[in-house]
């Protein structure tokens, strides 16, 4: 949780060459959108999944559907 709470500082993204999958809330307070749409255009390649909901979206309001595109995402894709 400390990553959540630092300040954002862009890593060297262009330099990410293995799959990548883009996790984040639509409605995220914590780490902006803006982080993952920043990381999407910086990773070649890369796939974003955007979930209805907060921070904890993956096991709250998208728990529903998120943990299933993201192992159907590991298992088809990569």
Same mark, same amino acid.
């Given at each position: 949780m400390k990553?959540?709470?630092?300040?954002f500082t862009p890593a060297p993204l262009r330099r990410v060459s293995c799959p990548t999958?883009?996790?984040h809330g639509r409605s995220d307070t914590a780490a902006?959108? =803006?982080n993952a749409e920043f990381?999407?255009?910086h990773i070649a390649? =890369?796939?974003l999944?955007?979930?209805d909901g907060s921070h904890l979206a993956?096991?709250?309001?998208?728990?529903d559907t998120a943990p299933a595109y993201v192992l159907g995402w590991l298992r088809d894709e990569h």
């Open positions: 990553n959540d709470f630092t300040p999958l883009i996790v902006p959108p =803006s990381a999407h255009e390649g =890369s796939a999944y955007w979930m993956f096991g709250l309001e998208a728990a």
